[in-house]
């Protein structure tokens, strides 16, 4: 059996993910997304389309792996007041997660990268990696540091010569960016509203909600991003991110 070269796991058949595990790509990468609003402009899924490509490129940069589907929906609580959203208890989140982690372990997977693409991830990730990592075979990485995501999001708008600095990241510039670069046809242009654009309390934002901060959703001004800097964020977030996984991957 020819090993099929996509890193999409879910469009390879079951032999040729059994040949690809034979030939050495043995980590795989779980974005974990959320359908949730993101402003007039972009589409609920935002969070997952961003997961997608990301763990594609990351799989992709490091040439061994493959990347999972991407977890849906997540942890979406403080954007109920917008229709559309999807949420779900973090306590249901991490079952999720541990049932992806145990299935990749039985089939041989040795590492397990997990990158959440929404805030409101992060930190049930943080609590159930190291749970299932002592639970499983596999070595499981947790790529789930907020505010660094954040720096690479503002780093890559930069390099795509946007100078625009967004403190918390949501249905703004770089978001905004972002999908144009995977699919412009999902962004409306027509739609393009500024958001909140002043200091934000982040506890307020969680504990009252999104609408208790900004009416349309949005934080920051989502006309600034272009499809140069969409493609710049996702080319820095997934360098890194490769970095960091082939630095995790030589330590064990």
């Not at 002592?134 to 954040?150: E, S, T």
């Amino acid at each position: 059996m020819t090993t099929n070269s996509n890193t999409e796991l879910a469009e390879h058949s079951w032999p040729e993910v059994e040949a690809a595990l034979d030939d050495g790509r043995r980590t795989v990468i779980v974005a974990v997304g959320s359908v949730e609003q993101h402003g007039p402009h972009l589409p609920l899924i935002m969070d997952t389309l961003a997961g997608d490509e990301l763990a594609k490129r990351i799989a992709e940069k490091l040439g061994d792996a493959l990347a999972a589907p991407t977890v849906r929906p997540g942890c979406s609580g403080h954007h109920m007041e917008f229709p559309g959203t999807i949420t779900i208890p973090a306590a249901v989140l991490m079952d999720l997660i541990r049932a992806y982690c145990k299935s990749l372990d039985e089939h041989g997977f040795e590492h397990i990268v997990l990158v959440p693409t929404h805030g409101g991830n992060f930190a049930p990730v943080n609590t159930v990696a190291p749970e299932v990592a002592r639970d499983i075979d596999a070595n499981v990485i947790a790529l789930a540091d907020l505010a660094d995501l954040m720096e690479l999001q503002n780093e890559g708008l930069r390099k795509g010569g946007v100078e625009y600095q967004e403190d918390v990241i949501h249905a703004g510039a770089a978001e905004t960016a972002m999908v144009l670069a995977i699919d412009e046809g999902l962004v409306r242009t027509d739609e393009l509203e500024v958001g909140h654009e002043e200091e934000i309390s982040v506890s307020r934002l969680l504990s009252e909600g999104f609408q208790s901060i900004t009416e349309n959703g949005v934080l920051g001004d989502p006309r600034e991003g272009t499809t140069e800097a969409g493609e710049e964020i996702l080319d820095t977030v997934a360098s890194a991110y490769a970095e960091r996984i082939d630095a995790e991957r030589e330590a064990i």
